[in-house]
């Protein structure tokens, strides 16, 4: 079964940067568009960036400037790198991932498990 497997969240300082990874747990799948969502307590789950297989992103007004989606193909993975974080970026981040099997052209929609960013003030 395939999963999506995110890292790279922390604490940070206010000012400070972070990059998310969100991969394909084997080699047999590849990744097409991607979303990344946040979470924060109490508030519903929103598109934060989108980056699709030829590189095209769109962002969140919030972020423009601040965030940039990237991704590396022959690695199946995508990136978010934040920088000039904000106390309001606190949230759980994922990434919703459009999936193909190599093989047999399989598509798939998958989450990933979700990573906590926390920005202190």
């Known amino acids: 079964q395939v999963q999506l497997v995110e890292s790279g969240g922390g604490l940070v300082q206010a000012g400070g940067s972070l990059r998310l990874s969100c991969a394909v747990s084997t080699s047999f799948f590849g990744i097409n568009n991607v979303g990344w969502y946040r979470q924060a307590p109490g508030k519903q789950r929103e598109l934060v960036a989108e980056i699709s297989r030829g590189g095209r992103t769109n962002y969140q007004d919030s972020v423009k400037g601040r965030f940039t989606a990237s991704r590396d193909n022959n690695k199946d993975t995508v990136y978010l790198q934040m920088n000039m974080l904000k106390p309001e970026d606190t949230a759980v981040y994922y990434c919703?991932?459009?999936?193909?099997?190599?093989?047999?052209?399989?598509?798939?929609?998958?989450w990933g498990q979700g990573t906590q960013v926390t920005v202190s003030s």
């Open positions: 919703n991932a459009d999936i193909f099997e190599i093989t047999t052209g399989r598509l798939y929609n998958d």
